[in-house]
């Protein structure tokens, strides 16, 4: 089902897609003037397309569906959440890819480490085969290293079914002296390389 794209000449950039977004924040102070300099007057242009028109090269993926929202039960053994979502590319190139978790900054470290990750196997009817262990959200295996899925080819599809397990909710005892609820938040991204080669 994979297909490594081999062109080692093609420049690596990319860009990352995922349900969720990445807050990245920029701070700081100080008492000293603030001094620009510039260049002066960039231009862009673009042409407009007609409605029927459709990029003939490039890649663009879109993952779609709905985020988990998973509260665990803790009476419970191996309670678990599916996550159940399509990668699209939407472009006519075939690119590579690879997706994994990525987790908050303000999360209970004890519960991202009891929770184990399984991506699923899943046959040409869309029906799960398999479950295969990917690490847990606090250190997610790869897409690709667990399934060796890494390429997807131009307009298609591909399911991404992810399953996240508590097996024993006895893990967490003492992790929270208050009682209160342990929270994880995590985004699911995909990265992917630019197919085409930009000067």
Do not use: C
Not at 20 to 34: C, E, F, H, K, R
Not at 101 to 129: C, M, R, S, T
Not at 148 to 153: L, M, N, Q, R, V
């Amino acid at each position: 089902m994979s297909t490594t794209l081999k062109n080692t000449s093609r420049k690596k950039t990319w860009t990352a897609v995922g349900v969720g977004a990445l807050a990245v924040a920029v701070a700081g102070a100080g008492a000293y003037s603030t001094l620009t300099t510039s260049i002066a007057d960039n231009r862009f242009s673009a042409a407009v397309p007609e409605e029927t028109d459709e990029p003939v090269e490039g890649a663009l993926l879109v993952l779609e569906g709905k985020e988990i929202d998973k509260t665990f039960d803790s009476d419970t053994l191996n309670d678990w959440a599916v996550g159940d979502w399509t990668l699209t590319n939407r472009g006519a190139s075939a690119t590579e890819f690879d997706g994994t978790f990525q987790l908050h900054n303000d999360i209970d470290q004890a519960l991202a480490e009891a929770l184990k990750v399984q991506y699923a196997v899943v046959d040409d009817a869309g029906d799960v085969v398999r479950w295969r262990d990917a690490g847990t959200v606090a250190a997610t295996g790869s897409l690709s290293e667990v399934l060796g899925i890494d390429s997807i080819a131009g307009e298609s599809t591909i399911p991404v079914v992810v399953r996240v397990l508590l097996e024993d909710p006895q893990v967490l005892v003492g992790a929270d002296e208050t009682g209160a609820p342990l929270h994880v938040l995590a985004d699911f991204t995909v990265s992917y390389l630019d197919p085409i080669e930009r000067s």
